[in-house]
Structure formats: structure tokens, C-alpha cells
């Protein structure tokens, strides 16, 4: 909808310094509120289905009833609106509710701070030297709490029978526990179901990762639907494999590539061009390209080369037979990025 120049020169005639359009008095602020006043009366005109004043709503059963007074916080700050009321009290406004003291999106700047590590404090205190809005710390706690139910109804939603294949991984990141901000271990369960799509199965916190907690997030798993997993991408974490096999017996349990070669290279003296890190890299790579070594011997003689400097390559790739086909291009970013 264009909006009339004439109107916004007519707007802006006392304009002198910025605070006149965006201070706390100012034309936005002003703007904002007559709009959302005139949103209201139309959408109560609506649901009545006449006019104020207008003949129609005599012995109607039901017609204005005055107005009432609403404090509306946001990013423009605190905004006083008049809100119009029916006799029958049947009105249910839809751009600002009835109950509702915060504008669309103000819940969301609070849970992305609370997200962010900030205490219920600074929270306080940022929206306040930002927004120039007074909130209480109860405010912030019941804004946050509301988003817990939604959570638990992510993390215990059903899921799909069968995932062709599941990475499982956990990442340190560091989180605010009891007013003291340490690591913390989030395992993270991706699952890519049959039609190719990705799709995080669930996220737990815990102090530190470990096979016998991995063991619990897939019984959870077991229990929210989870039949079978044909491929289960890990690390090298002891004992991982032993607690998939125990939920998953058929499902086959492959290390990822980038934590195989990243480990397979720590033998590898980087110092030495002939065999350093980015021509091992590649090597490896090439060796994926021929294809296994049981159908040339490719992936085989790269390794047997690649080990009479360092025989640590072999007991590494040898312990886990992760040969996979790579692309030829850029075989050192493949083997970072796939």
C-alpha cells in the first residue's frame, strides 16, 4: 500500500532533531498508537456490524461500551492504548488481544538474551537502558518458563521407524549453571529419514560426554519410535559402539571419515613434504576414489605406502575399513567438509 508524500511532508512539518520522530514522544511512537486505536474501533465496528452512532444498532442487543485503558510494552517502550469495549463483552481484538501487555515479538528479544547466557538481571537491566522499559525479574522468569512446555513437546515428539542414516555427536559448549558459566557437554542426534531429509532428533545436556549416556539418549530414541538405523555415523568415543549394538544390533556402526583421518594424520610428521599432512590427505583421498580394497587395492596400497614411515596410519584406517568414494577435486577440502 503506497503511502501519500503530501501526508508524510504534512507529518514531518515541525520536524528539527531526531528525537521529534523516534524519542520517547515522538511521531513513531505517536503513529503507532493512533493506528493501533484505529485498528481496534474497525475491528469492533466488524464485529458489531455497524457504524458508531449509526441507527442500525438500535435494540441490536449489543453496542459500544466505552473504552478502556492498556499499557502495551515494545520496542518503541511503554505505549498507553485505548482499547474500546462491547456491552456483551463478546469483542476478542486480534491485533492486540485482550490479556496481552507486550507487542508481537517482545517475548522473543527476552528468550533470545536468555539464550544468550544473560542472567534475569542483566536482562533487566538491558531492555531498560535499550528500550527504556521497566521490567520485573518475574516478568522475565514467566516469559522464558513459557517456552518449556514447547521444548518438552519437541524432545518427546514421536518419531519415524526406520532412519537410513543417524550421526551422533556431542559438542562442548559453554553454559551458565548456578551463576557459574562452564562446559558442558550437548549431545546432538541427527537423523536423515527416507526422502534425504535432515532432521535433529533430539538435544541433551550433560556434564561431560560419555558410552553410558549415549546409552540413555538411545533408549530414548528406542522408546519415541525409532525401530531401526541402517548407518550410525560416531566418533572414536570407547565404548559407543557396544551401546548402539545393544539397542541396534543390525544397525552398522561406521567412523566418521573427518575424525578418522584427522586421527590418522596425527602419525604422519607434517614436516616431511613427500608424506606431510596435505599430501597424505590427498593420498587417502585418491585411495577412496578407486573404490574399496577389496575391488582394486587402491585404498590398500595407499595405506601400505603411506605406512613404512608410520606404521600408526595402518592400525588407525585398518581398525575401522572406512573407505568411502571422494571426489577427485579437491580432495583435502573433501575430506574436512563432506
Excluded at 202 to 213: I, N
Excluded at 279 to 297: F, N, T, V, Y
Aim: proline letters at 4%; aromatic letters at 6%; glycine letters at 10%.
Amino acid at each position: 500500500m503506497a503511502i501519500d508524500k503530501a501526508l508524510i511532508d504534512q507529518l514531518l512539518a515541525d520536524y528539527k532533531k531526531p528525537e521529534d520522530i523516534i524519542g520517547e514522544n515522538g511521531l513513531l511512537k505517536q503513529l503507532t498508537k493512533a493506528i493501533l486505536e484505529r485498528a481496534l474501533q474497525a475491528e469492533l465496528t466488524d464485529h458489531l456490524g455497524f457504524e458508531k452512532h449509526d441507527p442500525a444498532g438500535h435494540h441490536s442487543g449489543n453496542t459500544r461500551n466505552g473504552t478502556g485503558r492498556k499499557a502495551l510494552k515494545g520496542d518503541f517502550g511503554e505505549l498507553e492504548l485505548e482499547t474500546p469495549r462491547d456491552r456483551q463483552a463478546s469483542f476478542e481484538p486480534k491485533i492486540v488481544a485482550k490479556g496481552q501487555t507486550r507487542f508481537t515479538g517482545f517475548d522473543d528479544k527476552i528468550v533470545s538474551m536468555y539464550a544468550r547466557g544473560m542472567s534475569t538481571r542483566e536482562i533487566q537491566g538491558h531492555l531498560e537502558e535499550i528500550y527504556g522499559i521497566e521490567v520485573s525479574p518475574t516478568l522475565i522468569s514467566n516469559v522464558t518458563e513459557a517456552i518449556v512446555e514447547e521444548v518438552k513437546a519437541w524432545q518427546s515428539r514421536p518419531l519415524e521407524e526406520l532412519y537410513p542414516i543417524v550421526y551422533l555427536d556431542a559438542m562442548m559448549v559453554k553454559m551458565r549453571d548456578g551463576g557459574h558459566v562452564q562446559n558442558q557437554a550437548v549431545y546432538v542426534v541427527l537423523g536423515v529419514d527416507l526422502s534425504g531429509q535432515k532432521e535433529v532428533l533430539g538435544l541433551w545436556v550433560a556434564q561431560q560426554e560419555g558410552a553410558k549416556f549415549w546409552l540413555q539418549v538411545l533408549t530414548e530414541l528406542k522408546n519415541r519410535g525409532v525401530k531401526d538405523i541402517f548407518i550410525a555415523c560416531v566418533d572414536g568415543l570407547k565404548g559407543f559402539p557396544e551401546a548402539i549394538e545393544a539397542l541396534y544390533p543390525h544397525t552398522e556402526v561406521q567412523l566418521c571419515i573427518v575424525h578418522l583421518v584427522r586421527a590418522s594424520l596425527n602419525y604422519v610428521p607434517w614436516k616431511q613434504p613427500q608424506v606431510g599432512g596435505s599430501r597424505s590427505a590427498a593420498d587417502l583421498s585418491c585411495g577412496h576414489d578407486r573404490g574399496s580394497p577389496a575391488e582394486s587395492g587402491g585404498g590398500n596400497s595407499e595405506v601400505e605406502r603411506l605406512s613404512e614411515p608410520e606404521p600408526g596410519v595402518a592400525a588407525e584406517l585398518g581398525a575401522h575399513h572406512a573407505f568411502f568414494p571422494l571426489s577427485r577435486r579437491h580432495s583435502q577440502g573433501d575430506l574436512y567438509h563432506q
